[in-house]
């Protein structure tokens, strides 16, 4: 379930090969390393020797105003998707999953008893994957007990589980709306069968129909679709068709990511080796079909609330955890290769399935490497995040870290201005049309000199 991931940032990434962290608004072609902007500073900086600070954060009180959210990294999957780069496991037995979710339900207990987080009340809780999904109605309900008795539930504002779904039955969505699940997200991506087959989803089409009458009836606060524009084998025939196909099922929210090809995934190895012998839509074609689908989805009574997202009008759907992420909250990242941030420390566990279930089975926590950030990047972060909601405002930044980033980052503002990227208002930093559709390449204008044509991961 890669573009949730993401879209949420709580992305367990392992990837090998450099991805140069540079702006391209002049981006023609799907290179090879292309990526998703998740987080700042990029992850090649994080490292072994902040762990320590990661502990005393760990060990330290929290800022009052700031809130908790848990991620919750399920691992397994029915298949690899061509373009996934994610830590998943398709190859586990019922036996090693329940070994798993008791370590991740232990990681969890671990970290209730720590300063950091005793007492605190979680904004939101969000499973993804991997396949979330994939586990057993029994297993999931065993799971959210033992979580709920480390760190209640009660209150929390949003709990997300993403599915897939031909993993979906009756049972196991009763057991989804009974744990307290209220956003349900749907990994469609794409109607056509031929082009789920080929970019190696597990699903097909007849599955979507078969559980939406059991979404429908569970009444789940709300229902996000996925797509994915320029997936291999797309054309505008089977685009339009998707794009139609989701506008009748009515979902509150629908979630659209441009097709990318980070490195360590089935399709960039078989590019990078001469293998793939199929095309690659370019940039300038995910966007047409992406701006398809928003203006489809917006005469369909739809607004826009990222730049992947639209909502539909007059509804409560809401995404309560990336709007606290890139708000800069605290959060709890558990499971196996899975990140997080605690008191101004960004922290990662091992990504190794061993290690990950050994250090917990010996009652330690699996953290692997850690960054301490600064305050400026910490503004950093936040501001290029709330770019892909199509509009920052300099007073938010003003207030929470006493800079005018219309001054500190003018040249930056100025040249994306100039190149038809964005509008510089007194009140409001707005995205063009242009620019929303190719947030993603804009951002590294703003990193730091030092963070700049450096690997990503």
Same mark, same amino acid.
């Given at each position: ?117 005793? =007492? ?109 524009? =320029? ?67 917006? $005469? ?32 709890? =990242?558990? =499971? ?46 936040? $501001?290029?995040? *709330? ?10 930044? *003003? ?17 994306? *201005? ?22 993603? *390449? ?16």
């Amino acid at each position: 379930m890669f573009w949730r991931k993401a879209e949420i940032m709580t992305d367990t990434m392992k990837t090998f090969r450099p991805e140069p962290a540079t702006a391209r608004t002049d981006a023609v072609e799907t290179d090879v390393g292309s990526v998703f902007v998740s987080n700042y500073p990029p992850y090649s900086f994080w490292n072994q020797n902040d762990l320590q600070d990661a502990f005393k954060a760990l060990n330290s009180p929290p800022d009052p105003r700031t809130p908790l959210g848990l991620y919750l990294h399920i691992p397994f999957c029915r298949k690899r998707c061509k373009f996934c780069y994610f830590r998943v496991y398709t190859d586990k037995k019922s036996e090693d999953i329940q070994k798993y979710l008791d370590a991740l339900a232990h990681e969890v207990e671990l970290y209730s008893a720590l300063p950091s987080v005793t =007492g605190r009340k979680l904004k939101f809780v969000y499973f993804g994957g991997g396949t979330p999904s994939f586990i057993s109605s029994t297993n999931l309900r065993e799971l959210a007990n033992r979580l709920n008795n480390s760190i209640s539930w009660n209150g929390t504002e949003e709990i997300t589980l993403e599915c897939e779904p031909g993993t979906l039955t009756q049972v196991k969505l009763e057991a989804m709306k009974k744990i307290g699940v209220t956003r349900l997200s749907l990994g469609i991506e794409n109607f056509d069968d031929k082009i789920l087959e080929e970019n190696g989803r597990a699903h097909h089409s007849k599955e979507i129909y078969h559980v939406l009458p059991w979404i429908e009836k569970l009444g789940f606060d709300q229902l996000n679709i996925d797509l994915i524009a =320029g997936m291999i084998g797309e054309t505008w025939d089977t685009w339009r068709d998707s794009v139609k196909k989701t506008i009748d099922i009515a979902p509150d929210s629908v979630t659209i990511y441009q097709m990318e090809l980070p490195f360590n995934t089935v399709y960039s190895k078989d590019y990078l080796q001469g293998r793939l012998h199929v095309p690659i839509a370019d940039w300038q074609l995910k966007r047409s079909w992406h701006e398809y689908a928003f203006d489809e989805l917006a $005469m369909a009574g739809y607004e826009i609330s990222s730049a992947y997202t639209m909502v539909k009008k007059g509804s409560n759907a809401r995404f309560v955890y990336r709007d606290s992420v890139w708000h800069g909250c605290d959060m709890l =990242g558990t =499971g196996v290769a899975s990140f997080g941030h605690m008191n101004g420390v960004h922290i990662q566990n091992a990504d190794s399935w061993d290690t990950y279930i050994d250090s917990l089975s010996h009652d330690q926590l699996p953290l692997a490497r850690a960054f301490t950030t600064e305050k400026s990047e910490r503004l950093i972060r936040e $501001m290029i995040l *709330q770019m892909k909601l199509g509009a920052i405002e300099p007073s938010y930044f *003003q207030e929470k870290f006493g800079k005018n980033i219309v001054s500190e980052f003018g040249s930056a503002f100025r040249k994306l *201005q100039d190149s038809g990227m964005l509008l510089i208002h007194d009140d409001q930093i707005k995205l063009t049309r242009q620019g929303f559709l190719r947030v993603d *390449q804009l951002l590294p204008e703003f990193y730091d000199p030092k963070y700049r044509n450096a690997r990503y991961t």
